[in-house]
């Protein structure tokens, strides 16, 4: 009979879940800086949401039976070990391929080019009352949407183009240098 903590004994393989644990946090952070550095690079959505989610995927069947929980069983347990795993491995993925795109990239050859705007939409940040314009335009067959903070919602009337200057990135795809609107 268990009395205090002292005598508590968990099942399983203690070391692991903190491991998972502290691996959840890591991965969430690199989320968010994962998606300031997806804004400067030109990667269709679908590949940067693959990349996020596929090693949840792979991972979780694995670590299914060696991960302990009293609680937690059967399809509930493969539901929070599946999401953990996604925000865990996931966010360690897409952070490390989008870094080496973009801190690997080289400034030569710098491509300037004029795309026309899709649509215009904007964006508000919590606690501001300045709306953010946001222009879509579609770069490579995808749509890309760029934020103009130095702009506001009346300029964006004006403007019927943005001028992109680009570097080839080092998996491939085009780091944004500088993005401007254009008439």
């Known amino acids: 009979m268990i009395t205090s ?31 300031d550095l997806y804004d ?13 989610i596929l090693p949840g995927f792979i991972i979780t069947p694995f670590l299914y039976n060696a991960v302990p929980s009293q609680k ?40 300037v080019k004029s795309f026309p705007v899709k649509e215009y939409s904007y964006n508000k940040p919590r606690g501001s009352r300045v709306k953010t314009p946001l222009a879509t335009i579609s770069y490579q067959e995808h749509l890309k949407t760029l934020s103009f903070t130095r702009n506001t919602m009346e300029d964006t009337l004006n403007y019927r183009h943005v001028e992109l200057k680009t570097v080839p990135g080092a998996l ?5 240098r500088s993005e401007r609107l254009m008439r």
């Open 5 to 35: 903590l002292k005598d508590y004994k968990p099942q399983g393989n203690q070391a692991l879940g903190v491991v998972i644990f502290v691996l959840f946090w890591v991965g969430l952070i690199l989320t968010f800086f994962a998606m």
């Open 40 to 52: 400067s690079i030109c990667m269709p959505l679908s590949l940067a949401i693959l990349l996020w």
């Open 72 to 111: 937690l069983k059967g399809a509930g347990k493969f539901i929070v070990l599946l999401i953990s795993d996604v925000i865990a491995f996931g966010g360690i993925v897409l952070y490390v391929v989008l870094a080496i795109d973009y801190y690997n990239a080289k400034d030569v050859p710098l491509t």
């Open 172 to 176: 491939g795809y085009d780091v944004i």
